[in-house]
């Protein structure tokens, strides 16, 4: 299983918008909606910041929204703010097992 | 609140075994389907494998890196999720997370717990 492609980096000023995008294949992205987002800071476990393509968890802020068009899904995250500056990972259900992006550093300027 | 602590890494030489545990608070292990994603030094993160819930029948899916390789099982009466992984080989040296799986995410995370295999 191939990871998903991502971005290696992203990055826009505070209070800008940013969109990170996730392309998989028909027997993942565009097979299921359970796609997900993780955000991750240096040295710290990954945290979900988006499930099931567009849900966010109790907590996460309405500054993050998700989406999905075909084989390919996207996270948005609007008015950045300086704790926004992470990795973030994309990841997806395939068949009796997942696979995760390649990752994407978004740096607020 | 649910809380997962990893432990057991460490280093090995490689062909050695580890096992790796995940005691869970907050939370009735048998219950979940739990996960393990690994990730290696500066890299993304890699799923692993998970186990199904015990009225799921309580099987695994592995990974194909891993498969025949690494094992996932539950101790229900200490609540707690192992990974024992045999013939190790150096590109295995990550940090492993335990995660719960739901609707197809993963949430919570433990700390993760890291394992070197080296010579």
């Known amino acids: 299983q191939s990871a998903l492609t991502q971005p290696p980096s992203a990055s826009g000023s505070p209070g800008q918008s940013v969109t990170i995008s996730c392309t998989g294949t028909?027997?993942?992205?565009?097979?299921?909606?359970?796609v997900s987002w993780y955000q991750q800071h240096p040295g710290k476990a990954p945290k979900v910041m988006i499930y099931?393509?567009?849900k966010r968890p109790s907590g996460v802020p309405d500054r993050f929204s998700g989406s999905k068009s075909g084989n390919t899904a996207s996270l948005t995250v609007s008015g950045l703010q300086a704790e926004d500056e992470a990795d973030y990972y994309c990841s997806s259900y395939a068949r009796n097992s997942y696979v995760f992006g390649t990752g994407t550093k978004v740096t607020v300027l | 609140e649910v809380q997962l602590v990893e432990s057991g890494g460490g280093l090995v030489k490689p062909g050695g075994s580890l096992r790796l545990s995940c005691a869970a608070s907050?939370?009735?292990?048998?219950?979940?389907?739990m996960t393990w994603i690994r990730q290696a030094p500066g890299k993304g993160l890699e799923w692993v494998g998970r186990?199904?819930?015990?009225?799921?029948?309580?099987?695994?899916d592995n990974a194909a890196p891993v498969q025949g390789r690494f094992t996932i099982s539950r101790d229900d009466s200490k609540n707690t999720l192992y990974l024992q992984m045999n013939s190790l080989k150096t590109e295995d040296t990550a940090v492993y997370y335990c995660?719960?799986?739901?609707?197809?995410?993963?949430?919570?995370w433990g700390q993760g717990t890291l394992v070197t295999v080296s010579s």
């Open positions: 907050g939370l009735t292990l048998s219950n979940a389907w």
């Open positions: 099931e393509v567009s």
């Open positions: 995660t719960k799986e739901y609707y197809g995410s993963f949430d919570p």
């Open positions: 186990i199904r819930s015990k009225t799921e029948g309580g099987t695994t």
């Open positions: 028909s027997s993942d992205v565009g097979a299921y909606n359970y």
